[in-house]
């Protein structure tokens, strides 16, 4: 029996009225599903940590446990979980900064053992050169002589909105100044997966809101699939179109949620506001509550 292949990689089977038999019927079905395994969706991230833990006080302590999780190409997960429940723990181990865990972790079919530049990562705090200027902070190791990586700063420039602020050092820019000129230069490196640990967590609530607008802006443009921790239920709704919330002692996820809010979301909408409500009700099941507390809810 012959099977095509469109163009686009959807298989077309032979017309009904040709397959005689149930079991020929069967066949096409099981050689769909396995080539759709592999020509299907594609998969950006695979996270396969079987226990991550640490040495605290000469005992051992498992803080990540039986994470499995897959990750679309261009998809925007957030992670949502109280403090404490390994978060920075998981994300530093997808950027390949620790890889004292069981499991493995890849991109793009590739594993990842150290870091590298296919891992973009976004701290808490922006950790920018003190004695270089906006636009040299972005470039960094790379050089601004370059016409190429000139042109690619003044376009990041312009996407994180910095115009007019490229020849300022970091003591004139405010944090929000900051943490933009950290995500142009984590996209200069054109990452494959950009890695969010509380990129606004330090900010007034004002330039949050203004920050996840331009987050949300790169995203549509630059397509990058995006995994941003947080303990704030109303950035993790606002942000992700995929959304894990992670329990403690072990850390592991309770629930994944998807959100299929169009955007750019209303935070006021009743479709919004049902979700982060599903999302608060979940995240209280979650068994310890004494950590919820304190945790931006
Ligand atoms: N280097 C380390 N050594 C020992 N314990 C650690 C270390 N880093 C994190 N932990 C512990 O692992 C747990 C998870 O930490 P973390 O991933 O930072 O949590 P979160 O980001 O969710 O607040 C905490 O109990 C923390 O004390
Ligand atoms: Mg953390």
Same mark, same amino acid.
């Given at each position: ?24 019927? &069967? ?7 396995? !080539? ?8 950006? !991230?695979?996270?396969?940590?079987? =226990? ?5 006080? &000469?005992?051992?302590?498992? $803080?990540?446990?039986?994470?499995? *999780?897959?990750?679309? #190409? ?6 949502? @979980? ?8 998981? +994300? ?11 499991? /493995? ?5 590739? /594993? %990842? ?18 004695? +270089?200027? %906006? ?20 376009? *990041?420039?312009?996407? %994180? ?10 003591? =004139?820019?405010? @944090? @929000?100044? /900051?943490?933009? !000129? ?5 996209? *200069? ?13 330090? +900010? ?24 941003? %921790? ?6 993790? $709704? ?12 072990? &850390? ?11 955007? #750019? ?13 599903? !999302? +608060? ?17």
């Amino acid at each position: 029996m012959i099977f095509k292949q469109k163009t686009n990689g959807q298989l077309i089977g032979p017309p009904k009225a040709l397959i005689s038999t149930r079991t020929e019927m &069967g066949a096409f079905l099981f050689f769909r599903r396995r !080539v759709g395994r592999k020509r299907g969706i594609k998969v950006a !991230v695979t996270i396969s940590i079987k =226990e991550k833990a640490f040495d605290q006080e &000469g005992r051992k302590t498992t $803080v990540l446990e039986n994470i499995q *999780l897959s990750i679309a #190409p261009g998809e925007f997960l957030t992670v949502i @979980g109280p403090s404490g429940c390994g978060k920075s723990t998981l +994300l530093k181990i997808i950027a390949g900064l620790d890889s004292d865990y069981d499991g /493995s972790i890849e991109i793009n079919g590739r /594993s %990842v053992t150290a870091p590298g530049i296919r891992q973009g990562f976004i701290f808490q705090e922006h950790r920018l050169f003190p004695w +270089l200027t %906006v636009e040299q902070n972005i470039a960094a190791d790379l050089n601004l002589k370059d016409p190429k990586v000139k042109q690619k700063v003044d376009e *990041l420039i312009g996407i %994180v909105r910095l115009k007019g602020s490229e020849k300022a050092y970091p003591r =004139e820019l405010s @944090g @929000g100044m /900051s943490q933009r !000129v950290a995500i142009a230069r984590a996209l *200069l490196r054109e990452p494959e997966v950009l890695l969010l640990d509380e990129p606004f967590g330090a +900010l007034d609530a004002f330039t949050r809101k203004h920050l996840q607008d331009v987050l949300l802006d790169i995203w549509r443009r630059k397509k990058t699939t995006m995994i941003l %921790v947080t303990h704030d239920i109303d950035e993790s $709704v606002y942000l992700g179109n995929e959304l894990a919330i992670l329990k403690a002692k072990p &850390g592991n996820i309770h629930k994944l949620i998807p959100i299929h809010l169009a955007y #750019p979301r209303n935070r006021t909408t009743p479709d919004f506001q049902a979700i982060r409500q599903k !999302v +608060l009700s979940e995240f209280e099941k979650t068994e310890d509550l004494e950590y919820a507390e304190g945790s931006g809810i």
